[in-house]
Nanobody, 129 residues
């Protein structure tokens, strides 16, 4: 069992920035495809960003591309989501997810919730207009 814990959410004004963190106690995440998803009230969980093993590749939803950046720390224990120029429509619970499958390609990312095996409990981001 990979227990993921997100942190860094909060209440901000439109245009502000937040950095979300995702970590797993007792685990390195560098060998996992990692993703960030979000779920707004009354909506389905949607893809935000994904990063391949060892950061060979990243992918983003069109709605956040150019504003959000997914990254890993140097130790491989934490995955970040830097969120800049936040908009009210970014308001959601943000979830970190891990795909622990051993993919043959270093460039594999996951854009669907079905690609992931473990999920954190979420951290809430509220962006005021």
């Amino acid at each position: 069992q990979v227990q993921l814990v997100e942190s860094g959410g909060g209440l901000v004004q439109a245009g502000d920035s937040l950095r979300l963190s995702c970590a797993a106690s007792g685990r390195t995440l560098s060998t996992y495809v990692m993703g960030w998803f979000r779920q707004a009230p009354g909506k389905e969980r949607e893809f935000v960003a994904s990063i391949s093993r060892n950061t060979y590749k990243t992918d983003y939803a069109r709605s956040v591309k150019g504003r959000f950046t997914i990254s890993r720390d140097n130790t491989g224990t934490t995955v970040y989501l830097q969120m800049n120029s936040l908009k009210p429509e970014d308001t959601a619970d943000y979830y970190c997810a891990a795909d622990i499958r051993d993919h043959s390609s270093w460039f594999t990312t996951g854009l669907d919730i079905a690609d992931y095996d473990y999920w954190g409990q979420g951290t809430q981001v509220t962006v005021l207009s």
